[in-house]
């Protein structure tokens, strides 16, 4: 009797660290931060802003395409 009860002790120890193992391999991975962008003024009017998000043209990048327009008049 003692026997089986130690046997059933020892199974549940087991069953449990492995489950244990198994709960601790399906954590989520980390969040992603974003890395940093560089940074460029508008030709027209000097706002700062992301390269990914400004608009190239013939004399710089732009905030807007009303300043692209508006420095492309002026500059000929």
């Known amino acids: 009797m003692k026997f089986l009860l130690l046997l059933i002790v020892i ?3 087991i069953w449990l660290a492995r489950g244990a193992r198994g709960r601790v391999a399906q ?10 962008e560089d ?6 009017c000097g706002v700062h802003l992301p390269r990914s998000e400004a608009l ?11 300043h692209r327009d508006a420095f492309e008049r002026a500059h000929p």
């Open 11 to 13: 199974a549940a120890v």
């Open 56 to 66: 190239p043209g013939r004399g710089g990048v732009f905030c807007t395409s009303e």
């Open 39 to 44: 940074m460029v003024a508008c030709a027209e």
């Open 27 to 36: 954590k989520p991975p980390p969040p992603r931060v974003p890395l940093p």
